[in-house]
Each structure stands twice: as structure tokens, then as C-alpha cells.
């Protein structure tokens, strides 16, 4: 593999709350909501808050978390209170650690088609993981998934941690572990998942530096216990969702993860008992059919060119960066309809490291001293093919 050529500041821990992270326009304060949903109150709320406290705009994060950005240091303890009164706030920062599950978006409401409720499934496993003393030391960026359907929906999720399901029973697997092990109810799939991820901090998974991901570990040779591992293959995974209806809801799609807050409250407003928040930069309204949404941030055309193209959050936003990148993502997304074939993507990064897609994509382009660097089907931290490109040129090169 190629050496990064832009090689990004890695900080290898994620915000919250309690612990916001600074950038070049304020403080990122980071919400995971409970159980990955909203209510219709919370949704409100939290509109009002991302207008009274941030930009306007409330994002959502691969990790189905939702942030609010450029909140002045001044009004980080009132949004805090706004928070808390919402039901949105954890006890503490190592609360707010313990939350990193993501669970299946498009489960049904209440019990459901699944072996055992996701959600009691994620708060045994944030229960019994907070106070655990080793389990204290996994790193920030460690997380499970909780994706027990019939079908899989989080496949291309991050997550160190897996419980799924396989032939009627919940499965435990760690990432890239292509099997796993049969759980005989759900509190053993809880026992399991937790013992792994003990397994992985004994076993020297996590580096000197508080790092560390289970992929990494196994491909530097480390091998599961044999309590933990298994020969069982999770159920197949289900293509990625697209805006629209399914699952007896309606699927919305919001540009760049970016929600203005006017059409979270639009969303909040839709009768949805929950907005479910989804790793897809989309949002699942339960019990909701169609209905005149469209507009603003939010998409619900599958086909709609600005799905085609992602984009990180590029200047001013972070200071990795050296170009602004949802301005150049939003003109090249019509071109790349007659230029990239049917289902392929296009990612522009703000540096190297790729947050929006640490994966390749048909074409990147990736900032470096305010310009860009064009790289064909490769992630970000590959060689390009052409370097130094003014955002002009990419959309000559493009056909614009
Ligand atoms: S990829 Fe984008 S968001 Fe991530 S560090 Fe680089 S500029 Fe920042």
C-alpha cells in the first residue's frame, strides 16, 4: 500500500457532550441519542438549542451520533442544561463513552421481528460496561453494533464488536472476522461481547497512545479465544438503504449530514413517534407514509445527484484542513451523473485521513495546501493521479 502523502493529525478520541472537541469555529459538542433515536419533543428541542447555542444546523455522524458545531465556550454550560432537559445528557464523560453501539435503525417499534429487543441488548451492554475497570481502557473509538435482523443493515457500519443474528439465533463476531459464535439467549450475546472486548484490551490491542481497533489487532496476528469465536456466518446483509419509503416508514436523506435545524423541527412535526437516527447521514420516520418533506437539507429521491458525492467537514470546520469541500462536493455532484457509471461515488476530503469514507471511492479529491489532488478509485491516502487542482479544474476535468 502507498504511504499517506497529506498525512492528517490523528486524535483518536471522539467528542461528547461533556468533552466537546475545540475547532477553528467553536466547540463541537457531540449527542448520542438513546437507543439511536429522538423523540418528537427531543427533536424540537434540540432544533431550538442548535439555533440558540450553534450554527443552525445539527449533524449526523457515521456513528448515527448527531452534532451541534461552532458553540462558544460561554454557551456550553446552558446548551449542557438544554440537553440534560431533553433526556439527552449522560451522567459523565465516561457515561457518554459507554455509548458507542450503534443498533439497527429500521427495527420495528417495540418487540419486534427480532430474536431478542436490540435495545435491551445495548443498555445490558452499556450496564455492565460502565465502571468496569477494564473495560475503561478500550479506546474512545471502540464501538459495538447491535444488528440482529432478519437482514443486515449496518454491513458497511465501523464497529469493532458485532451481535447479529444467523438462522434464528444472535451471533457475536468481532470485526473482520468473516464468523463468529452462536449465543444461546441474549444475555449471553451481552456475556460474549463483553468478554471479547476484555480479551482485546488484556491482549494488547490498545497502544500506548489510547488507540486502537479491532481490525488492526486481528491483522497484526491476535487471535480470539476460542470461547469467542465460532463458525457460524451472520445473516446477509441488505443493500444500503435509500431515501424513501420502506419498513413502514418514510427514509429521509439529509445533504453532507448537514440537518438545518428548521428541518429537524419539520421533521420533529411529521407525527413520527421517533426519528430514528441512521450511520447513513439519513433519518427513518417509523409509521410515516409520504408526505411533502422534500426541500432544504433533505432529499428523498433516491436518485438525487447529491447522494452520489460525500464530503467531510473540510474549512473552516476542522483544522486539518486546507480547502472547504461541501461548496466543491455540491458542483461536481450533477456531473457525475454522466461521468462515474451507475452506483459509483465520489468523496472530497478535506486531508488525507478520509473521515467521511476511509474507504476508496471511484474518484477523491483530496485538499493539500488549498488545493486538490485527484485520486481514481483509491481511498484518500493513496497516490494521485493529479495533484495541486484548483477547484476549477477539477470541474473542467469533470466536463463542467
Ligand atoms: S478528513 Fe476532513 S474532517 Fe477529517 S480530519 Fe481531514 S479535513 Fe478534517
Redesign the pocket.
Given at each position: 500500500m502507498s504511504a499517506p502523502i497529506n498525512a492528517?493529525?490523528?486524535k483518536g478520541w471522539c467528542p461528547g457532550a461533556h468533552r466537546p472537541m475545540m475547532s477553528a469555529e467553536g466547540l463541537v459538542v457531540r449527542i448520542r441519542p438513546p437507543r439511536g433515536e429522538l423523540t418528537a419533543h427531543q427533536a424540537s428541542g434540540l432544533a431550538a438549542l442548535a439555533t440558540a447555542y450553534g450554527h443552525g444546523t445539527v449533524e449526523l455522524t457515521n456513528r448515527a451520533n448527531l452534532q451541534i458545531r461552532g458553540v462558544a465556550d460561554a454557551h456550553h454550560a446552558p446548551l449542557i442544561e438544554g440537553l440534560d432537559g431533553l433526556g439527552l445528557l449522560d451522567a459523565d464523560a465516561d457515561a457518554e463513552r459507554h455509548r458507542n453501539i450503534v443498533i439497527d435503525p429500521f427495527r420495528p417499534l417495540g418487540e419486534d421481528r427480532q430474536t431478542v429487543c436490540a435495545e435491551h441488548l445495548a443498555a445490558q451492554l452499556r450496564a455492565q460496561a460502565t465502571g468496569d475497570a477494564d473495560l475503561a481502557r478500550l479506546p474512545s473509538k471502540f464501538g459495538f453494533v447491535i444488528d440482529a435482523g432478519p437482514r443486515r443493515q449496518l454491513a458497511e457500519v465501523s464497529g469493532d464488536i458485532r451481535i447479529e443474528a444467523a438462522a434464528g439465533a444472535l451471533l457475536v463476531r468481532a470485526d473482520a472476522m468473516a464468523t463468529g459464535r452462536i449465543a444461546r439467549d441474549g444475555e449471553d450475546a451481552v456475556r460474549l461481547a463483553l468478554e471479547l472486548a476484555r480479551w482485546f484490551v488484556a491482549s494488547g490491542g490498545v497502544g500506548a497512545d489510547g488507540r486502537g481497533r479491532m481490525r488492526a489487532h486481528l491483522a497484526a496476528g491476535a487471535q480470539p479465544p476460542d470461547a469467542c469465536c465460532g463458525a457460524a456466518q451472520p445473516n446477509p446483509a441488505a443493500p444500503r438503504p435509500q431515501p424513501g419509503p420502506r419498513d413502514g416508514g418514510l427514509t429521509v436523506a439529509v445533504a453532507f449530514g448537514q440537518l438545518d435545524a428548521a428541518d429537524l423541527a419539520r421533521l420533529a412535526a411529521t407525527g413520527a413517534p421517533v426519528l430514528r437516527i441512521t450511520p447513513y447521514r439519513m433519518i427513518h420516520l417509523p409509521g410515516v407514509s409520504t408526505c411533502a418533506l422534500a426541500g432544504g437539507s433533505l432529499i428523498l429521491a433516491g436518485d438525487d445527484p447529491l447522494l452520489r458525492v460525500v464530503?467531510?467537514?473540510?474549512?473552516p470546520?476542522?483544522?486539518?484542513?486546507s480547502?472547504t469541500?461541501r461548496d466543491l462536493a455540491r458542483a461536481i455532484a450533477p456531473l457525475l451523473v454522466p461521468s462515474l457509471p451507475a452506483g459509483a461515488t465520489a468523496h472530497v476530503?478535506?486531508?488525507?485521513?478520509?473521515?467521511?469514507l476511509p474507504a476508496p471511492a471511484a474518484l477523491t479529491l483530496v485538499?493539500r495546501d488549498g488545493r486538490f489532488d485527484l485520486i481514481s478509485h483509491g481511498p484518500?491516502w493513496s497516490e494521485p493521479a493529479r495533484r495541486g487542482l484548483t477547484p476549477g479544474a477539477v470541474l473542467s476535468i469533470l466536463g463542467g
Open positions: 492528517p493529525a490523528v464530503a467531510c467537514t473540510g474549512a470546520g476542522c483544522p486539518q484542513a480547502v469541500t476530503s478535506g486531508c488525507a485521513k478520509g473521515c467521511a485538499g484518500p
